[in-house]
């Protein structure tokens, strides 16, 4: 315990950085997301191709990878990220909205037909259809896998600390290298961090299913 309180600076501040990536990148690879799922179910041809190319390109690519990119790739074109962590934020969001697109596709997909017909027959336009009667219908169903999808970028936000970015992740391996004998108190005390973000967010989420659930 006095291990652990010696370096409650450390932790604390690694655990703030570990929660500020998992709620900044959430966000915006929600916002990502919808906009590729609409995309995705569009009339306009390109649109849904450049949505399916993006979505197979950063499903199938390794989040390290997507890291290392943005890290490091971009500056052979002259681009650069103002901080190592906003280049994790980029990455993370990019990499997550992927898998937020397809999981809210599936809810436009479960929506029933008449309900878009019946917009388009009270001469609401694709865009007015999709955000006022499709949309709101689709979150209703998705939100078991859109929770799981941010529990998995709260778990991913690991990969930040290969990339000089203080999380958990990083401060277990600083400490675990300088007290090698204070292994299993370091590794309990960064587990307890994570657990702390994702139980949480576990409990919210079926909280959220079971208040929004439509009954069939």
């Known amino acids: 315990m006095q291990f652990l309180s010696d370096n409650a600076d450390l932790l604390w501040s690694a655990f703030l950085t570990t929660l500020s990536l998992a709620v900044v990148s959430g966000v915006c690879a929600l916002v990502l997301g919808t906009v590729l799922a609409a995309m995705r179910v569009s009339p306009v041809g390109p649109l849904r191709g450049l949505a399916t190319f993006y979505v197979e390109v950063f499903r199938n690519t390794p989040l390290t990878v997507v890291f290392f990119f943005l890290a490091f790739g971009i500056v052979q074109i002259d681009l650069q990220f103002p901080s190592r962590f906003v280049t994790a934020v980029a990455a993370l969001s990019l990499y997550t909205a ?102 949480p967010s576990a409990w919210l989420i079926r909280a959220i299913e079971t208040r929004v659930a439509i009954v069939r």
């Open 98 to 199: 992927a898998f937020v697109c397809e999981a809210l596709r599936s809810g436009i997909n479960a929506v029933p037909p008449g309900q878009a017909e019946a917009a388009r027959a009270l001469g609401l336009t694709f865009g007015q259809s999709l955000r006022q009667v499709v949309l709101p219908q689709a979150f209703r169903t998705v939100v078991p896998p859109l929770g799981n999808v941010w529990i998995a970028l709260a778990k991913n936000t690991s990969i930040a600390a290969g990339f000089a970015v203080t999380d958990l992740t990083a401060a277990l391996q600083r400490l675990a290298n300088a007290n090698a004998d204070q292994l299993l108190a370091v590794f309990a005390a960064v587990v307890l961090g994570y657990l702390v973000i994702t139980l």
